[in-house]
Each structure stands twice: as C-alpha cells, then as structure tokens.
Nanobody
Framework: QVPLVESGGGSAQTGGSLKLSCSFS????????VGWFREVPGREREGVAR????????WYADSVKGRFAIFFDNAKNTLDLRMDSLKPEDTAIYYC?????????????????WGQGTQVTVSA
C-alpha cells in the first residue's frame, strides 16, 4: 500500500476552521482518486471529499458542501482538507485515502491505502 501520513486536526469551536494534511509516499504515476473519510464511534466510516488526479474534479458529501474544500498538490504529493464553518457534527476521526478510479462518488469500498487517522473535535 501507499504510505499516508496525516497531520493537522485538533480542536475548534463552532464556526471555526481547521486544515488537515496528508502526505503520500511512493504514489504511482497512474491517475488516482484521493480524499478524506471520517468516522464516529458507532457509525460506519463515511466519505467526506475526494479529488480525482486525472481531471481535477472534486466531490463533497452533502453535509460538508460549501464548508469544506479539498486540494491536491501533485508536485508535493500532499492532500489538504480545509474545513470552515465547523459544526459539532464534524467531530470525528478523519482518514485520508487512495483508491483506483472510477470514483464518481466517494465510498470506502476499494480503498487501496489509508492514513493513520487524526482527531477533529468541534465544541458548541
């Protein structure tokens, strides 16, 4: 698997902002789907946002549209997630991930590599 190392996260208040970063190692030159999932205890891991390196298209879960933004720097092999207007419902462990296309949406099925996870906590 492709090693993924996450950084960022932490705590924020409602309405605040945080940025997550994911560093990729040994990423192949083939076109890939890269993005973020999040997981809350008792619930399945859900897709948050993804970026397709082949076309630069993005996908966002309805729950984060207009608040989160994903960016992939292919020169540095880094993936960022900018989170604005945070809500307590955004509290979760966030994981970056890589999977092979196609990826019209973003589900955990077929994920090739996972980051170690980073905690995001948003207080009311």
């Amino acid at each position: 698997q492709v090693p993924l190392v996450e950084s960022g996260g932490g705590s924020a208040q409602t309405g605040g902002s945080l940025k997550l970063s994911c560093s990729f190692s040994g990423l192949p030159e083939m076109q890939l789907c890269v993005g973020w999932f999040r997981e809350v205890p008792g619930r399945e891991r859900e897709g948050v946002a993804r970026y397709y390196t082949g076309s630069g298209t993005t996908w966002y879960a309805d729950s984060v549209k207009g608040r989160f933004a994903i960016f992939f720097d292919n020169a540095k092999n880094t993936l960022d997630l900018r989170m604005d207007s945070l809500k307590p419902e955004d509290t979760a462990i966030y994981y970056c991930a890589v999977k092979r296309p196609p990826c019209p949406a973003w589900s955990q099925s077929g994920v090739h590599s996972w980051g170690q996870g980073t905690q995001v906590t948003v207080s009311a």
